[in-house]
């Protein structure tokens, strides 16, 4: 039998300041190819190219990435400031409205850093653009030289940084098997207040949220701040989170080959 389809979605990129182009980082294709056991599909984050409907009769599995830019403060009715930007309004128009469809038609769903973000958004939940600039918050977003510059050891900048306590009897602690865990650390914005279905599965030490599930979904409905993509194939926690989005979308997978027979 062939492998499930997930689908990844892109990101806007300019390249040499000029030419619009959509991009997936490769870590995020070789973790669900290696680690999940899918086929990798990318999809691009525009609403004039890509049909949500076709997309999901298509796919088996939705992957949200992370992403340079941020979730547009409109669509959680906060006032949008140069200093937040980059926005991507066509990937919110994509993710948006794919999140809930995901979750109503039981595709699978996986979402990382900016997709865990989306995941809060799109059940009415709202971000805070500087989590560092909450009291007694830490710095999440990525390791830095005292110049300013971004560190240029990916090792460093993908480093576990703090401890993720998940929820006792929550749907990833019993996935994991553990009460804590350990996670890297690179976003600026985080969630401030839960959207309705939003069910919290892990806080960081400060109280950052880091890990969610959508209540009652009718599939795999999984998110996490952290980039779960980074090292899959060494790192057991993140391993766990891809397989088990594999396990999920392989079901899925099977129950659309039944169904068509």
Known sequence: MARPVIGVIGNARLIDNRFPAQIVGANNMRAVAAVAGALPLMFAAAPAITDLGDLLDTVDGILLTGGRANVHPTRFNATPCAAHEPYDEERDAVALPLIEACVARGVPLFGIC????????????????????????????????????????LEVIFADRHDVRLTPGGALARLLERATIRVNSLHGQGILEPGARVVIEGVAEDETIEAIRIEDAAGFALGVQ????????????????????GAAAAAHHRARAGGQR
Do not use: C, K, Y
Not at 226 to 245: S, V, Y
């Open 114 to 153: 900016r997709g865990f973000q989306e995941m809060n958004v799109a059940f009415g939940g709202s971000l805070h653009p500087e989590i560092r600039n909450l009291p007694g918050r830490l710095n999440h977003r990525m390791p830095r030289l005292e110049n300013g510059e971004i560190h240029p050891d």
């Open 226 to 245: 952290w980039h779960a993509e980074h090292d899959p194939a060494t790192n057991p926690i993140n391993r766990a989170l891809f397989e088990a989005f």
